[in-house]
Every structure is written in C-alpha cells, then in structure tokens.
C-alpha cells in the first residue's frame, strides 16, 4: 500500500515543519486526487499497483474524509456563532458561581486580592466620570476585574479625533453617545458586571447621586468640571481618585478629604489663568499617555476597593512619558480650603 504510506509520509513532513493545518489538507488533497486519476486512467500500471486499492475504493476513502472535515467544521462554525454564555444566576449563598471562579482566576491566587478582594470588588458601586481618553482604559480594566456595579457618565458623543487615544470605540461608532457606547462595550467584556450610562455631566449639585458610590474616578479635561466633581465629592464624603494629562505628561491622586487627605481644591483652590493648563484639543496628547495613567487609575482603584497596598491618598503620581521617569510627590490638606475645611463648604 504505497498510497497510504505516501499519505503518512506527507502528514509527518507537514508536522516536522510545523506547516498550516489548511496546507496539510491541500497537500493531502493533492496527492489523492492524484492517486485516484493515476488509478482511474492507468489501473494496469505497474506503480498503479503498488500504490494499492482502486479508484473506487479511494474515491471512497476520500468521500467519508470529507464527511467527516466538513462535520468538524460544521461544529467549529457553530459553536463561534453560538451566543456568549450568560452569567450564571448567583448562587444561593451569594458566593462566586463557576464561571466567575474561572474569570478572575489570576485576582484569586494574588495573595492581596484573593476570594475576599474579589468579592470585594463584586460588591463595589464606582462612578466613571469621563468616557474619554482616561475613561476608555479605566472602563475596561474595571469592567474586566469584575468591579460589581458602575455608572458611566458622560455627554459627549464619539467623533473622529477621539480614535487615537479612545481605544474602547471603534471607527464604526461615530456619532454615538459615548456613555453608551462604552457601556455596551464593557457589558460585552464582562456579562457579570452592571453598568448605567448616564447621557449627562457631574456637576456640583449631584452629591446625591455621588453618595450612592463608594468610590468616583474622575478622567475628564477641563478645570470646571473636576473642580464641579470635587466639590460633589466631598459633599458626599466619597473618596475622588482622579487623573489628568497633557501632552506627555499625566498625573494620578486620591483625594479622601474625610479620612484625612487633600482634595482639588487644598492644591489648586483657584482655576488657572486663561491658557496655562490647555485642555488636550488646544495642547495636544500623545495617545499611549491616557493609556498609561487610565490604567494606573484602574490599578489604583482596584487597591482601594479590595484593601491591597498602599493607595494615593495624600500622594500624587507624576508620570513623564517624554523622558520615561515617575515620581512621586506629598500633598496636604489645607486648613483653609475653601471646599473640604467644613463640611457645608462643600455644597456652597
Ligand atoms: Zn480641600
């Protein structure tokens, strides 16, 4: 039986050089159409009888090969097309179903996160502030860790410029409200996580809507509207992890005025002058940078919602992308803040 040892041969050749497995399969196919021709127009042939059978009978072979590669691929086909499973119902005692289990595997066998971070995080109700720059690693990251509950806000809607940096939306999603958009895209990420996007700014009024949180991660760009969420913040008492960039440089803080850190306004009580801190539109921004601090935000965020290391409260992360450098600076809080020195402060 030559054939059939000219077909093993071709198999073994095609695993020595690691080749395709499509390659292999049009080599095979090569060969035995070959076979079954030379058998078919030449069966008397002396090497016709070496390679052994007739061409019925690899004609044969061939046809149930074929049948069984195309139920393969049948199967292949439908199981890709098949809808992601739903999130398993949560068990009974609350605790993670298998599939979270699975998940968050590499969160569980940290010695700081472990089950009970995770849990943690299951638990925990964050408000996004900013689906931009900052905003498309933070949403991700979050909804990946499996951070329970988050609300998006944001009024803008995605436009062209935004691609460079904004890598949670793609081409096709111009025009659309970013809340949305990013929200969709971290459902599709992680079908255990709950997230409202909300078609709107923060402003100084929503202290209310603050409260419901245990943390606010602040991404947006211009000075009214972080100086608007500090201010809603400590009203509220809930812990402000907020990141700004510019250019090549980007920085990361927690301001937590009730457990004794600064807030915005302990640092920069007044808005800068006209022109001294452009917003990214007027200064530009290199687009890996947002990537860098939204991420080291995320990071920071799942420290402090699962208790691992040492936060960013009373420090502030400074992060220099054109020389390569981090450091790290202290900050404090001011006795005379016009915001934090008094609780009613706040809501003035
Ligand atoms: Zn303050």
Not at 89 to 113: F, P, Q
Not at 129 to 148: M, Q, R
Not at 149 to 168: H, P
Not at 231 to 259: F, K, M, N, S
Request: proline letters at 5%; one cysteine or more; glycine letters at 12%.
């Amino acid at each position: 039986m030559l054939g059939l040892w000219l077909l093993a041969g071709l198999v073994a050749l095609a695993l020595f050089l690691r080749l395709p497995g499509r390659v292999l399969l049009a080599m095979l196919g090569c060969l035995w159409l070959g076979i079954v021709l030379f058998l078919a127009l030449l069966p008397e042939a002396a090497p016709a009888r070496a390679i052994g059978g007739t061409a019925a009978q690899w004609l044969l072979a061939g046809g149930v090969a074929a049948l069984i590669l195309s139920y393969r691929a049948l199967l292949g086909h439908l199981r890709a097309r098949a809808p992601d499973p739903q999130p398993a119902a949560a068990t009974d005692d609350g605790s993670m179903s298998g599939a979270e289990l699975d998940r968050y595997a590499r969160h569980i066998v940290l010695r700081e996160v472990g089950g009970a971070g995770q849990m943690r995080l299951r638990g925990a109700r964050v408000l996004i502030v900013g689906a931009g720059g900052l905003g498309a690693p933070l949403c991700l990251y979050l909804a990946a860790a499996g951070v329970g509950r988050m609300t998006l806000a944001d009024d803008d809607t995605v436009s062209l410029s935004n691609l460079q940096r904004q890598v949670i939306f793609r081409s096709d999603q111009r025009g659309e409200v970013k809340s949305r958009a990013a929200a969709a895209a971290m459902a599709a990420l992680n079908p255990h996580v709950e997230v409202t996007a909300l078609e709107r700014r923060i402003t100084g009024a929503d202290a209310g809507l603050i409260a419901g949180h245990d943390l606010v991660l602040d991404g947006t760009d211009s000075f009214a509207s972080r100086e608007a969420v500090n201010r809603a913040c400590v009203a509220a008492g809930v812990p402000l992890l907020a990141g700004a960039i510019a250019q090549w440089e980007g920085q990361v803080t927690l301001y937590d005025p009730a457990h004794g850190g600064p807030c915005l306004a302990c640092l920069f009580p007044e808005a800068p002058a006209p022109g001294l801190a452009p917003a990214c539109a007027e200064a530009g921004v290199v687009g890996a940078l947002p990537g860098v601090i939204g991420s080291l935000m995320a990071l920071e965020a799942i420290k402090h919602l699962t208790g691992a290391g040492q936060g960013l409260r009373g420090r502030m992360l400074i992060f220099d992308g054109l020389y390569g450098e981090t450091r790290t600076i202290h900050i404090t809080r001011r006795a005379d803040c016009p915001v934090c020195s008094t609780p009613l402060a706040a809501l003035r």
